[in-house]
């Protein structure tokens, strides 16, 4: 193993509800590693000893914050030789969640075609915002995104339409400057209510939340239930080979 980043799923094992509960003693932190190969099994013919690779481990087991770790040969990619180490281990949960939100969830196509999507992305700045940004900016859309005062120019930079600091009023109440409603939000920061959402959504739009606790498998519940246009869509990432290695 030469590198592996700690996620926010990782660190929540060890604090608050997590923490409470022990549940570090069953799910094991660390997934996304870059290394080098240095044994495959014997039904393993797309990798061979010596190969440089960056490698999502199971959510379950983890295990990259050890000196070696099993990973199973469909969550493996090569990495070229002028992506480092640091690059590459930093993609996996963070690059494959953001894409599944744009991609699946918020039907954003890559290559510019498709509908117009007015897209607000919370918390922009960090590890999943980052990339949801720059990938959503490929398409047909309009990104709103908000981050702190500091990482204004560092998310505008990344092709940000629109960008808000969290703390400012507008930011708070989630208003686009534009005054445009969102067809679609990629909700990567936490303990934002839905109803700062509600009155900023399209007449069929959707929260897509990336960090989902109890209270949004509540309210998809509940928008279920009531038949409502407007939808939060809790986000599970599943890991895909070829989601990797695109």
């Not at 246009?229 to 290695?245: A, C, F, T, W, Y």
């Amino acid at each position: 193993m030469h590198i592996h980043p700690l996620n926010l799923v990782c660190i929540s094992l060890n604090v608050g509800f997590g923490r409470s509960f022990k549940i570090s003693q069953f799910f094991k932190q660390a997934t996304d590693v870059a290394g080098e190969v240095i044994k495959v099994g014997p039904r393993v013919t797309n990798y061979k000893t010596g190969d440089k690779v960056v490698a999502m481990l199971n959510h379950p087991t983890g295990g990259g914050l050890a000196e070696y770790a099993v990973a199973k040969d469909n969550l493996i990619v090569l990495r070229p030789p002028e992506v480092s180490a640091a690059e590459g281990e930093s993609l996996p949960v963070a690059g494959l969640a953001a894409l599944q939100a744009v991609t699946e969830s918020a039907g954003v196509k890559l290559d510019g075609t498709g509908r117009h999507v007015n897209l607000l992305i919370t918390a922009a700045s960090g590890g999943v915002g980052q990339y949801a940004v720059q990938q959503a900016k490929l398409g047909n859309t309009h990104v709103t995104a908000t981050c702190g005062a500091h990482n204004l120019d560092l998310v505008k930079s990344l092709g940000a339409d629109e960008v808000l600091d969290y703390k400012t009023p507008d930011g708070v109440a989630l208003n686009c400057p534009s005054g445009s409603k969102s067809d679609v939000v990629i909700h990567c920061a936490m303990d934002i209510p839905w109803s700062t959402f509600e009155p900023n959504l399209s007449t069929n739009g959707k929260v897509i939340d990336m960090t989902p606790g109890p209270r949004a498998f509540l309210v998809y519940a509940l928008e279920k239930l009531t038949f409502s246009k407007k939808q939060l869509v809790p986000m599970l990432m599943i890991p895909k080979k070829e989601n990797l290695s695109g």
